[in-house]
């Protein structure tokens, strides 16, 4: 695997794991404060993760 490519996953794979943590803190939060989180924001955030992990299916 080039160097690039695996800078690439390494990238991708930061950016899906801040994502999913950043959609369990936005819904602990609104929780919290009696709030229920738009979902929008919620599956924007998620959408990262599963794209990340198409790209790593295609990718090997």
């Known amino acids: 695997m ?3 490519l695996r800078r690439s996953l390494l990238l991708w794979e930061a950016v899906e ?3 999913l943590k950043l959609a369990e803190f936005v819904r602990r ?3 919290a404060l009696g709030l229920e989180p738009v979902a929008s924001v919620l599956v924007s955030l998620e ?3 599963e ?3 198409y790209g790593r299916e295609i990718c090997g």
């Open 2 to 4: 080039s160097w690039d």
């Open 17 to 19: 794991e801040v994502s």
């Open 29 to 31: 939060a609104c929780g």
């Open 47 to 49: 959408r990262v993760y």
């Open 51 to 53: 794209d990340a992990e």
